[in-house]
């Protein structure tokens, strides 16, 4: 696995703690993610931290100002799993696919470290049957493990068991802090300034999903995208 695609973190939580709390968080209202060419079957999310402080709201958009939901209050264990990270927070949200259920293949826009961004990955609750592929690599996600991965590359999910797979995802901030983070797990600084740009049919799918959202900074990223779409000679 090249460790600009995905990596573990050195540190882990406790799993049993996790899903403790999630079932806390079961017992409230869930959202269908908002764009449901993106998958199959069931796939919901309830955020921790917002925009707008409200659980329903799962845009995440840099530079923007985030609030936590009343459900983080009411999750001492994943307030401090939170707290571990020291750089600034984003978004918090957990993430069901259900059983059986797919997530399609699909890129975000500005998803890697490069970007100045970090989005972190903590199974809360999986299993062998769950596939995560980043960049055409499978990444064996463990419950309670700590993932970083760069979802500028075509990233997709399987469920094929008998149970919701449950991921607790937090976006943070890059920050000297991360940097030493990333330095540690043999993050190759040079590559990912270097990286090559998406293609243009994998720009284009970035454009519809940002039009989708249909938010004034979504929109207004789409619309940067198209021009650099129009300019683009390959």
């Not at 079961?26 to 060419?37: P, T, V």
């Not at 530079?63 to 936590?68: E, L, S, T």
């Not at 062998?128 to 500028?152: H, L, R, S």
Request: charged share 30%; net charge negative.
């Amino acid at each position: 696995m090249h460790n600009n695609t995905a990596f573990r973190l050195p540190f882990s939580f406790e799993a049993d703690c996790l899903q403790e709390e999630l079932r806390i968080a079961l017992e409230r209202d869930w959202s269908a993610h908002y764009n449901s060419a993106d998958y199959a079957g069931s796939w919901e999310s309830i955020s921790l931290r917002s925009m707008s402080g409200k659980e329903d709201d799962a845009r995440a958009f840099a530079g923007a100002q985030f609030h936590d939901t009343p459900l983080l209050e009411k999750l001492p264990y994943i307030q401090s799993v939170v707290r571990h990270f020291e750089c600034p927070i984003e978004t918090v949200r957990l993430l069901r696919l259900a059983a059986g259920s797919e997530i399609k293949e699909h890129r975000d826009p500005e998803g890697g470290y490069e970007d100045g961004y970090l989005r972190i990955h903590i199974p809360v609750q999986t299993n062998e049957q769950v596939t995560f592929i980043v960049g055409g690599e499978n990444i064996p996600m463990k419950n309670g493990e700590c993932w970083y991965a760069d979802f500028n590359l075509p990233h997709s999910v399987k469920n094929e068991s008998g149970s919701d797979r449950v991921h607790l995802v937090i976006d943070g901030v890059r920050n000297v802090w991360t940097d030493d983070l990333f330095r540690q797990c043999g993050y190759d600084f040079e590559a990912g300034a270097k990286k090559t740009r998406p293609g243009r049919d994998a720009l284009q799918r970035m454009i519809d999903e940002l039009r989708l959202q249909n938010t004034p900074a979504a929109l207004q990223l789409a619309g940067a995208l198209e021009k650099e779409l129009a300019e683009r000679t390959d």
